[in-house]
T-cell receptor, first 113, second 117 residues
Framework: QKEVEQNSGPLSVPEGAIASLNCTYS??????FFWYRQYSGKSPELIMS????GDKEDGRFTAQLNKASQYVSLLIRDSQPSDSATYLC?????????????FGQGTTLQVKP | DAGVIQSPRHEVTEMGQEVTLRCKPI?????LFWYRQTMMRGLELLIY????????DSGMPEDRFSAKMPNASFSTLKIQPSEPRDSAVYFC???????????????FGNGTRLTVT
């Protein structure tokens, strides 16, 4: 079992719709979770971090965490063509003090005008 | 702040040759990571350092790979001898502690695209 798993997609949504991206992780001890966005040919950039169960909102982005189910998700409201990218879920494996950040395979999102 | 600087941007080499990738982290960052990205395997952690000390190298694929961080402002990833399956984009990233609760994201360099023929 991979440490961080995502559906590779592509996920295609029409402009203005809600895009829902999902991620599961295997290490129950993990406490820190991140979503990175990567445009084609570019390096990943952080868009959200979440540490506690529940929802965290930042503009059009909402991260959701359920540690009991070992599940992290990212919702993008009012999706725009500029949101088309690969979204990488990342988890610090084990204690947050280790700093070992593992990425999922990434989900490719396509927002169609 | 110049960001994480990697060199070269592109490297094309023949199988069997030695390849050295270089990274300068952001000043003041005490964590440095080397990742490799391919379509098949995604973004894989190869090794990371804290305060110039290697903490976890379990992701280094084989003895052909080695990484060093002689000081806080420089790290190298060396592949010797290189093989076609090493072709990938290699990213260096840096960050500072603490992770938990802090806005201390990983800052990535632009990557080195390695092609081994």
């Amino acid at each position: 079992q991979k440490e961080v798993e995502q559906n590779s997609g592509p996920l295609s949504v029409p402009e203005g719709a809600i895009a829902s991206l999902n991620c599961t992780y295997s290490d129950r001890g993990s406490q820190s979770f991140f979503w990175y966005r990567q445009y084609s040919g570019k390096s990943p950039e952080l868009i959200m971090s979440i540490y506690s169960n529940g929802d965290k909102e930042d503009g059009r982005f909402t991260a959701q965490l359920n540690k009991a189910s070992q599940y992290v998700s990212l919702l993008i409201r009012d999706s725009q063509p500029s949101d088309s990218a690969t979204y990488l879920c990342a988890v610090i494996v084990g204690s947050s003090n280790t700093g070992k950040l593992i990425f999922g395979q990434g989900t490719t999102l396509q927002v169609k005008p | 702040d110049a960001g994480v600087i990697q060199s070269p941007r592109h490297e094309v080499t023949e199988m069997g040759q030695e390849v050295t990738l270089r990274c300068k982290p952001i000043s003041g960052h005490d964590y440095l990571f080397w990742y490799r990205q391919t379509m098949m395997r995604g973004l894989e952690l190869l090794i990371y350092f804290n305060n110039n000390v290697p903490i976890d190298d379990s992701g280094m694929p084989e003895d052909r790979f080695s990484a060093k961080m002689p000081n806080a402002s420089f790290s190298t990833l060396k592949i010797q001898p290189s093989e076609p399956r090493d072709s990938a984009v290699y990213f260096c990233a840096s960050s500072r502690t603490p992770w938990v609760g802090g806005n201390s994201p990983l800052h990535f360099g632009n990557g080195t695209r390695l092609t081994v023929t």
